[in-house]
């Protein structure tokens, strides 16, 4: 029985996973037993997919483990390690039992609004409310929270899905807010019936004068025309601000959230899903508690800052007499330096300063791809934070550890030097090296270099050394500093004696590229984006030296440690030769 695309991948990587553990040969009894244990639902037709999982166990097999390694990495990205490492480690990433929760009856929802690019604060959110509905064995609900037509586009709807695709983060239900925008309507109607809103016609000043004061409007003490007044709003009587929906709440209540807020508002403007044919729109306030309450949300979790809002929502479903869901809240994510949201990133991207949301300064998950990060990493960075209220922020350098970690098993060392400087041995003979790809894995091949009698060195290694020094050039032979000078166009030359074989731990060891093998290769290496409330206008530096130029043939993606540099992800190697720095 031939197999479809989904299913013939999704054996492939248990093939790998299966292969990579094993020294390179993956055993069709282990696949099939992985396979039957993943989809219990398929364990009936296993018989007729032998055949196919013994040709794609075949077709694996006959790859190299290197190739292996690559295509995993391809297909299931940080699955290279994470297959490896089932142990001690794994169980300490685990968060808390959740209150309340049943084996099989949790329900959680990650309600993003598609109005940006997806970030790192967004993958903690999301990450936990998927790892306790798979911990209870419940479901998670990826809801759009799509209710404000002039901030949302489809374009964001379509990252954000790719976002929680890389992440792992995968959603048993998918749905808009904007799917249910009739019954939202009616439950505003409602609402209005049972006395618990109005429709408020007062301009904006004077409410705000009024809640200052903790005074109502007259609006609110009219209720006969309440419903009527709705109606208006929605035929189109009334234009944008001149009427809106207010929840009765108290007026002079100590939390400002409850003094009569915002449940519907007019919005002119073509929705991305719904076009221009609804105008008047629920607030998150009013769509949130309902949509949680109706979609069978049991677990409602979402950051501390919407703590005042927790009234409101509560005060809503009750009026309504509906189910609550338990709220959870932790706290938002951030870094020193980066701020974590799109109210910071928009304005840069909106006004040029940044060009693209995977630009790899932000803290978007487009710009942790591109930089080179692997969702495992921030998965496992995400459940080492836990789920706490402190709003301590965590060190970046914590989720490059996680990422280094894993990435560097798998990372191909390779030479970069940064302002390079010619340096000429002389006595040296022409030789060709084999140099290993990696110290520790020969899986990843090795490469061979013809060496003449010039090489370059990275300029900050130039600078440190004098006449007399001695160096060893990694893997190549030591030398001896016999001059620095300048050529006659003011550029340093370096001239040494080809000094021997023997190593000696104490004297340097650096990366060099032989003068015939060179690329410009250029490194982007993102900084901190502000510093303090500014932006930093030196958040990107721009290295430029040379690379070995087999580096030039490593397809875009690939990873790399540049040697005493830092570890990078091949960005382009068609129109321009870039990398980007990872971390270090
Ligand atoms: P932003 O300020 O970036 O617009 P937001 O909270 O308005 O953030 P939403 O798309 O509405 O963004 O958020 C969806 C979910 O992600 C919410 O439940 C929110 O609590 C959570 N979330 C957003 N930012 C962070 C963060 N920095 N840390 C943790 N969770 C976050
Ligand atoms: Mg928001």
Redesign the pocket.
Known sequence: MPVDVETEKFIKVIALKNSVEHEGKARVDAVVAKFVGSRPDQRKQIKELIPEIKRIVQEVNSLMLAEQKSLLEELAPGETTAAKKQTGEQQLLQLPPLEGAAQGKVVTR????P??YP????A???IIDEEYARMYDGKLILRF?DTNPLKEKLEYYDAIAEGLGWLGVRPDVVKNTSDDIELLHNYGRKLIELGGAYVCTCSQEKMHDLRAKGVPCECRRDPATALDRMEKMFGGSYSQNEAIVRFKGDMADQNTVMRDPTLFRIIEGDHPKLGGRIRVWPT?DFAAPIEDSLDGVTHA???KE?ELRNVLYFAILDRLGLRKPMMIE?????FEGIP????K?RPLIDNGTIKSWDDPRLPTLAAFRRRGFVPEAIRKFVLSLGITLADTKPPFETLEAFNRKIIDPISPRLFFVKNPVEVHVSGARETEVVLKNHPTDVSLGTRKVRVSDSVYIAGDDAANMKVGDEIRLIELYNIKITSKDLDVEGHQVIEAAAGGDEIRQSIPKIEWIAKNDIVDYKVMIPKELYVGEEYNTNSLEIAQGFAESFVSTLRPDARVQFVRFGFCRIDDNSSSHTAIMTHR
């Open positions: 990650f309600p993003p609004e109005n940006g970030h790192i604060g967004h903690k959110a999301a929270d998150y979790m979402r950051t919407y932790f706290s938002r994510l951030e974590v949201s799109k109210r990133i």
